[in-house]
């Protein structure tokens, strides 16, 4: 099932504008993980936040964690053309089966010179 | 470094058709492994797990089985494809055993069922 879900769906900005996208959960978590996807491409990670955790950078990246709210936001300054593609937040679930890692549906960025 | 590889990228299969999708990991032992899809326009949806050779959990009730023959390789199947298996599959794999580390995702496999 999806936990995470990220807002707003879709986000224009220009090149040098800073984009922030939001994510909200329903469960407790250990760690919640922003990933970025490219048109057709895999996810790949971006940055893991712990749930003891309040804020994280990482390079052009900061994130937020406020567990009493549930949500998390990530922050791209300084924006390029290239940062143009789709952005999930991902929290952990426990399952019977074992930990899995559980998906919101995006937030996809375009980015315009 | 470790690698993983999905095969085929993409493939176009008629309804009731059979499918196999195969996913290797190279540079690491007994990873968990996972199958994704993303529907269009959506998000993830985990699909099977396993955390060794053998041991499959499924998340979703489907027509859809996955094996894990081999410690490095994760098979998804179906004997039968409907049309609403279309979807972007996607491999991913992670090797802390405290399962709180990141996923490595593979490019994906893209299924039009017609």
């Known amino acids: 099932s999806q936990q995470g879900e990220e807002d707003p769906q879709a986000l224009s900005i220009q090149e040098g504008e800073n984009a922030t996208m939001n994510c909200s959960y329903k469960?407790?978590?250990?760690?919640l993980q922003w990933y970025r996807q490219n048109s057709g491409r895999g996810l790949v990670h971006l940055i893991l936040i712990r749930s003891n955790e309040r804020e994280k950078h990482s390079g052009r990246l900061r994130v937020t964690l406020d567990t009493s709210k549930k949500s998390s936001s990530l922050l791209i300054t300084a924006s390029r053309a290239a940062d143009t593609a789709s952005y999930f937040c991902?929290?952990?679930?426990?399952?019977?089966?074992?930990?899995?890692?559980?998906f919101g549906k995006g937030t996809s960025l375009l980015v315009t010179p | 470094s470790q690698t993983i590889h999905q095969w085929p990228a993409t493939l176009v299969q008629p309804v009731g058709s059979p499918l196999s999708l195969e996913c290797t990991v190279e540079g690491t032992s007994n990873p968990n492994l996972y199958w994704y899809r993303q529907a269009a326009g959506r998000g993830l949806q985990l699909l099977f797990y396993s955390v060794g050779i053998g041991q499959i959990s499924s998340e979703v009730p489907q027509n859809l089985s996955a094996s894990r023959p081999q410690d490095r390789q994760f098979i998804l199947s179906s004997k039968k494809l409907l049309l609403s298996d279309s979807g972007f599959y996607l491999c991913?794999?992670?090797?802390?055993?405290?399962?709180?580390?990141?996923?490595?995702f593979g490019e994906g496999s893209r299924l039009t069922v017609l």
């Open positions: 991913a794999w992670r090797g802390d055993s405290t399962y709180t580390g990141e996923l490595f």
């Open positions: 469960t407790s978590i250990n760690n």
């Open positions: 991902a929290t952990d679930a426990h399952s019977n089966s074992g930990y899995a890692l559980n």
